[in-house]
């Protein structure tokens, strides 16, 4: 099977906009999204209210692995393996499931925070996804 959305004509920042929109659609609060030194968007932060906080949130758009994944595909013509368009594809694959996890919001399966949580910057600036995987034994329970 080929990489989701492999044929999208779609530019990064309308797709960004979309994000965006359903983000604020469900409560998030001051979106930003952060450029490489090469004008290509690599990530989208924004910050949701739990309690009387707002707890910032960062989702990566790693269009080089994009890149590698199509690259690797057989089936996606060679002429769609460029940097551009693992750029729009990976934002593409970024909205979905962002909206899927609104989906589960919506049908109260998970609250807004929950699904975004491997996502949550620490005080560090590393996600907590990233921090737990460098260090796993935090989530033990003794010694």
Not at 54 to 78: C, D, F, Q, T, W
């Amino acid at each position: 099977m080929a990489i989701l959305n492999y044929t999208t004509k779609i530019d990064s920042i309308k797709t960004i906009g979309e994000i965006t929109k359903c983000l604020v659609a469900h409560g998030a609060k001051k979106i930003v999204c952060d450029y490489d030194d090469n004008g290509i968007p690599v990530q989208v932060t924004f910050l949701i209210p739990i309690n009387d906080d707002l707890v910032a949130y960062s989702l990566p758009a790693n269009y080089i692995g994009v890149l590698r994944a199509m690259e690797r595909n057989k089936k996606i013509p060679r002429a769609m393996c460029t940097k551009d368009q693992a750029v729009r594809v990976s934002w593409r694959i970024i909205k979905d499931w962002v909206e899927s996890q609104m989906a589960i919001v919506e049908a109260d399966l998970a609250d807004l925070a929950e699904v975004f949580l491997p996502y949550a910057l620490t005080k560090t600036g590393s996600t907590l996804y990233n921090s737990i995987k460098d260090n796993p034994k935090i989530l033990l329970i003794g010694d």
